[in-house]
C-alpha cells in the first residue's frame, strides 16, 4: 500500500500561551498494489476490444450522474475518450511504462482539475460492470482486467467525503454491491 501522505508531526498552537504542542497527521488515502496486465489478456482481447470497451464505458458515463465530469463539447469528449484507449491499450500491451515513469500521484494529478470521491469512483466502477456486459468482454480475461481498473479507480480519488478508506469491490460481489449505482443517471 502507498500512501498519499506521511505520517507526521505537526505543530498545533494551543489556545492559551506561546506553547505549541506536536500531534501525528493522518493518512489521507492508501493506495493498493495495482496488479499488472498479462500479455495473454491482451492477446485473448485485442486492441479493438480493449477501445470499443472504453468507448463504451465512457459513452454510459457520459449519460450518468457523473456525466458532467467530462467535456459536453462531442470533438473533446472524443478526444479525451481516445487519450484514455490509448493508455488502457498500451498498458495491455505491455508498452506503457505508466508505474515506472509516472506511478499513483501522477494519475490522481491529472484528474485534479475535476472533483472525483468515492461516489464518483462507485458510479464509474458500475458503469464499467455493464460496459463489460455490453460488449461482451471474454470471461477468461475479465477478472484480470477488473482487479487492475478496480484497484487503478483508487487512484483518482482526488476529493475525499469519508473517513474510511474506498471499499473494495471484488468481481464475484461488484454487480450486488454496486447496484445502487448502476444505471445513476443525470438529474436524477
Not at 498500451?90 to 511504462?97: F, N
Not at 491529472?110 to 461516489?119: A, G, R, S, Y
Request: hydrophobic share 40%.
Amino acid at each position: 500500500m502507498v500512501k498519499t501522505t506521511h505520517p507526521k508531526s505537526v505543530e498545533k498552537p494551543q489556545q492559551h500561551g506561546n506553547e505549541s504542542c506536536r500531534e501525528d497527521a493522518m493518512f489521507d488515502l492508501a493506495f493498493p498494489s495495482i496488479p499488472s496486465l498479462s500479455p495473454s489478456l491482451f492477446a485473448v482481447v485485442g486492441e479493438a476490444s480493449l477501445r470499443g470497451l472504453v468507448r463504451r464505458h465512457h459513452e454510459r458515463l457520459r449519460n450518468s450522474s457523473i456525466g458532467h465530469l467530462f467535456p459536453s463539447d462531442q470533438d473533446r469528449f472524443t478526444a479525451v475518450v481516445e487519450q484514455i484507449a490509448n493508455f488502457i491499450v498500451k498498458t495491455a500491451a505491455g508498452l506503457s511504462t505508466f508505474g515506472q515513469s509516472h506511478g499513483h500521484l501522477w494519475l490522481r494529478a491529472q484528474h485534479l482539475p475535476i472533483t472525483i470521491d468515492e461516489t464518483a469512483r462507485n458510479v464509474w466502477l458500475a458503469e464499467m460492470l455493464c460496459a463489460l456486459d455490453d460488449v461482451g468482454f471474454p470471461d477468461e480475461a475479465r477478472l484480470e482486467y477488473w482487479n487492475w481498473v478496480e484497484a487503478l479507480s483508487i487512484l483518482v480519488i482526488n476529493r475525499r467525503t469519508m473517513i474510511t478508506q474506498p471499499r473494495r469491490y471484488p468481481l464475484a460481489e461488484a454487480s450486488i454491491a454496486l447496484s445502487p449505482f448502476m444505471h445513476a443517471r443525470r438529474g436524477r
